[in-house]
């Protein structure tokens, strides 16, 4: 199809472990109680459209069991701000949204994609300008990186190889949409948490970069989409605000995506943050546990 041309799934490649959200520093607060993991730092390769190799930065956080138990992926969003690019951290297995899937029993991995904080290199999402936006583009290359780790971890020993979950936030959310509509055989669930690009134009909340494309690109990932999806965006979203994420959900919808459209109340001073915000998983918990139910998911 041709969203999807240019993407090499399953490219093969081997990791290099390295001896021992993406987040901005300081965004999430660490839980009152911390279940015990052990994690792991890798670098993933990944192969873009000309034939290059990048390496991920990624953390992979294992629950205590040894069991193979299913992956969850935790994508990060993108700055308004490119100066703030470099400085994004990998997420930590005792982040609030990872404590909530280990708990659980999920295996969690975040990555840093092409362009971002120790992963550097070029930055491989870029849309383009404001005024003609290539959203489809963004997309697809965010979900070649979010691939590229979901075929290595589902490889190691203590990591089923399928029914993967994807998670992403903002522009990492985007990616897992995009990716819904391409080939995922080791993936069962999608978790879009505020998700979309082209927010804060200059700077600014609720002003976006031709909201109109942002729409019709979702239309085109909906026809090609293949998993039922849970989209989480709430009241108060500076980014993606109700009206906006309503229109992509009835665009992805109308072209034959299944996707549920939860929309809670306000959280804290701006919604967009709910995913990884303080206390956020008392929100999207309940929502993301009955998908997972709904998708048939658990760990052992």
């Known amino acids: ?18 001896e021992s959200e993406a987040l901005p520093s300081g965004e999430a607060e660490q839980p009152a109680s911390v279940i015990a993991s052990r ?28 069991a193979p138990e299913p992956l969850v992926i935790i994508n990060h969003g993108s700055p308004p701000n490119s ?17 909530w ?30 005024d003609y936006p290539n959203y489809l583009s963004a997309g697809v290359e965010t979900a070649r ?19 993967a979950v994807v998670v992403g936030q903002s522009a990492g959310g985007w990616g897992a949409i995009a990716y819904d509509s391409l080939p995922h055989p080791k993936v069962g669930a999608f978790v879009v948490m505020a998700a979309g690009r082209g927010g804060h134009r200059h700077n600014q909340p609720n002003d976006n970069c031709r909201a109109d494309l942002l729409i019709d690109a979702a239309r085109r990932f909906g026809a090609h989409a293949a998993t039922p999806m849970l989209w989480v ?60 139910a709904a998708q048939g998911i658990a760990a052992n």
């Open 39 to 66: 994690q792991q730092n890798l670098s993933v390769p990944v192969i873009d459209a000309q034939g290059r190799v990048a390496q991920l930065k990624t953390r992979v956080c294992r629950p205590a069991i040894d």
């Open 233 to 292: 965006y709430s009241a108060n979203d500076s980014y993606f605000a109700p009206p906006i994420a309503r229109a992509m959900w009835h665009a992805f919808t109308a072209a034959g995506g299944r996707a549920d459209l939860e929309q809670p109340g306000p959280y804290g001073t701006d919604g967009h943050r709910l995913f990884f915000g303080p206390h956020g998983s008392s929100v999207w918990g309940p929502l993301v546990e009955r998908y997972l």
């Open 145 to 163: 990186d979010i691939d590229a780790v979901v075929n290595y971890v589902t490889a190691l020993p203590y990591v089923r190889r399928d029914s």
């Open 83 to 99: 100066s703030e690019r470099p400085k994004m951290q990998l997420g930590r297995c005792e982040h609030e949204a990872a404590q």
């Open 1 to 18: 199809m041709a969203i999807a041309s240019g993407i090499a799934l399953g490219s093969g490649a081997r990791a290099s472990p390295e």
């Open 101 to 130: 899937f280990l708990a659980r029993g999920f295996v969690v991995a975040f990555v840093l994609r092409r362009g971002y904080g120790e992963t550097g290199g070029t930055w491989a999402e870029d849309q383009g300008g404001c």
